[in-house]
Structure formats: C-alpha cells, structure tokens
C-alpha cells in the first residue's frame, strides 16, 4: 500500500473535509473511487478507519493513529520534493494554459510567485477553454486553467474558484435589477457560442427574459473589446449601455469607479474555475507544486 501513497493523500482528504463526496470534489474523482480507496486501506490493515455518520465522517481509535502516520508521511514527501526541486537543474519551460478571463486578469498576478515554487521559468499560453483542453491533450502545455467545463478522458479537473458574472456599465446602476429593467437598457452581448453567453441566457430564462428581446447594439466576442465599448460609451445618452462580464475582468475598473455594477433581483450568476492536468502527470512533482499552490490561492 504504501507504494501507493494516492491511497493515504484520499485518506486525509476525506478527513479534511469530513465527506467523502467533498474529498471526490477536491480530488478530481469520483466519489465510489474515493469509498473504494478507503476501503482498501482498511482491507490492507484488517480494521475499520472510519465511521460514516448523517453529519459527518468520524475517525475510528485506528483511524486516529493512521491519520497521524499519514501526516507525518505527507509532511516528509512534501519536504523531500521541495529538496528535490531545488538540487534539480532540469532545464524547461514549464508551460501553463489558460482561457481569456483567467490568463488576462487573474493569472498574471501569480507568474512570479509560481516561478519561486518550481524554480523554473514559466510561459503562459491563452485561448478558449477547447482550445487550451486540445493543447493539454496533445501536451503542449502542462497545466490548464479554463472557465468552460471542458471534461474529457485522462484529465483530472480540481474546482478552483467560484467566478461570478454581473452586469455593468460606465454610469452608476441600482443595486439589483429585475426582468423589466433589463429591458430598458442597451446591451453589448458575447457571441452565442461563448460559455457567458449561455450561461447568462439560462439565468435570464428563469427570470421570464430572453435575450433576443434587448435592444442589441453590438454582439462581440472579446471581453476587452466589450469592457473598452462600454467605459466609452456615451454617459449623456438616453439609454444607458450595459453588458455582463466575469467581476475579475472589470475588477480594477469597479476598484477606482471607471465602471459600476449590479446584480440581478433574486438570481446569481456564477461559475467555476477549474484547474486541469493530464492523470498520467499526477504524481508529478513540478505540476503537484503549480496546482497546490494555486489551490493555496483562497482569496483571489
């Protein structure tokens, strides 16, 4: 078993979040495969580890004392890794893909810090999510950080942050907007083949809205073009211009009061960050040091 040390890192996961499917979230795998790993470590020792509970999970006499093992061996991995990293001098690029929103606007912020982690250079490629997906697939670059749920086969997907669209514009809004007073606006809308657009339009739905009832000016498929039509658009105009774009584009724009947003009465219009990478990378040590670093990011 303790070749496998997968088995033991699932095992405090699910201690860690005191739920098996919690820990099948974080992981990147499916819950069953989660119960089947705990239950070969407790056929490996012939004892039970763990109790599942309505309200929990909780850890048996035995479970306590492989939990403390477990830590302690986590602990020394983590260190020999980080030694090895250091002492390594492997000459690479380790390369990250990510979609529009996250490799303009969240991304940049992290390349130094992710640089120190690997103590290695590191280059950044940004597409659509399918297109970042196809490059993983093909190996093109080593982690991928896409905004579309993209899944596909030999690909672990860890949920990263939740990302949430409003609606914006140039001139002041109300705090909250129902389905009449999105009407009164003009829009600047994505293109329908985007994931924002699908996902805003399904919202609108349940709001008793569709989006072929706006007043439509222009449909683009570029975020900057979208938030530099509206931070110049005509603030004397009758109708004040609006769209709906990821807070983390507009995010320094909402900051120094360039731009004002708004959200709509009743609904919330969210998503998640998701970080991606091939299964058969998954005990290596340069990628395990990108994505826990990034899952270290809780405030972004």
């Known amino acids: 078993m303790l070749k496998d040390f997968a ?28 119960t089947q790993q705990i239950k070969f470590i407790e056929d490996y020792l012939d004892t039970k580890i763990v109790d599942r509970k309505k309200n929990g999970i909780i850890l048996t006499k035995e479970g306590e004392d492989l939990y403390r093992i477990a830590l302690g061996l986590e602990k020394a991995i983590q260190g020999s890794e980080k030694e090895l990293l250091r002492i390594i001098n492997k000459e690479f ?6 979609s529009f929103a996250i490799g303009n606007y969240v991304l940049p912020n992290y390349l130094s810090d992710i640089k120190k982690r690997i103590n290695n250079e590191v280059f950044m490629n940004v597409d659509i999510s399918s297109n970042i997906i196809d490059q993983l697939e093909d190996r093109k670059i080593d982690v991928a950080l896409i905004e579309s749920p993209i899944f596909r086969d ?12 409003v609606v914006f514009s140039n001139k002041p809004l109300k705090k909250n907007l129902n389905a009449e007073e999105l009407l009164q606006f003009d829009w600047i809308c994505r293109n329908e083949e985007s994931h924002t657009r699908k996902l805003t339009s399904e919202v609108f739905e ?7 009832n706006f007043n439509v000016i222009a449909v683009l498929a570029s975020q900057t073009a979208i938030k530099e039509s509206i931070l110049h658009a005509d603030k004397n105009s009758d109708k004040q211009l609006v769209s709906i774009m990821s807070r983390h584009v507009i995010k320094s724009e909402l900051e ?22 091939l299964k058969e990378r998954k005990h290596d040590a340069f990628v395990d040091n990108v994505v826990s670093f990034l899952l270290s990011l809780t405030k972004i």
């Open 7 to 34: 088995k033991l890192q699932t095992f405090l996961m699910v201690i860690k979040e005191k739920s098996f499917s919690k820990a099948s979230a974080k992981l990147g795998i499916s819950q069953p495969a989660v």
């Open 93 to 98: 690029t380790f390369v990250m893909g990510s």
């Open 154 to 165: 030999g690909i672990i997907y860890r949920e990263w942050v939740e990302d949430e669209l």
């Open 206 to 212: 349940e709001m008793g809205v569709q989006c072929k």
């Open 256 to 277: 120094n009061g360039t731009l004002h947003e708004t959200r709509l009465k009743n609904h919330k219009i969210t998503r998640n960050f998701y970080i991606a990478y």
